[in-house]
């Protein structure tokens, strides 16, 4: 599956973006899909992931309440709705999939994604 994120832009601390990622390939509707992003001078962090059948979505504490995940799986896109922005959450944003199976991997690692988009930009200012 090809990933191709967009939405990402400069929003007021307090703001909301919502961020999209469209997926070509029939993998979409069979693969776990997440949000990572990326700090200046950080590593990949997990966001949010949600279950091939949209049923279970986690998401990490920092964002928790503020933001929300879900798929479409007619328009094979993956969204991230963003509200009450903060700007510790300045960061390139990636969506990434699961196109295999299993079980016993961690759903926050980036090596359990084997599919990643090229990242898009959300920057929040205070």
């Known amino acids: 599956v090809q990933l191709q994120a967009s939405g990402g832009g400069s929003v007021q601390a307090g703001g909301s973006l919502r961020l999209s990622c469209a997926a070509s390939?029939?993998?979409?509707?069979?693969?776990?899909m997440a949000w990572f992003r990326q700090a200046p001078g950080k590593e990949r962090e997990f966001v949010t992931s949600?279950?091939?059948?949209?049923?279970?979505?986690y998401y990490a504490d920092s964002v928790k309440g503020r933001f929300t995940i879900s798929r479409e799986y007619a328009k094979n896109t993956l969204y991230l709705q963003m509200n009450s922005l903060k700007p510790e959450d300045t960061a390139v944003y990636y969506c990434?999939?699961?196109?295999?199976?299993?079980?016993?991997?961690?759903?926050?690692?980036?090596?359990?994604?084997?599919?990643w988009g090229q990242g898009t930009q959300v920057t929040v200012y205070s």
């Open positions: 390939g029939r993998t979409f509707s069979t693969s776990r």
């Open positions: 949600i279950t091939f059948n949209g049923g279970r979505t």
């Open positions: 990434a999939a699961r196109t295999q199976g299993g079980t016993g991997y961690s759903i926050t690692n980036v090596p359990s994604y084997d599919n």
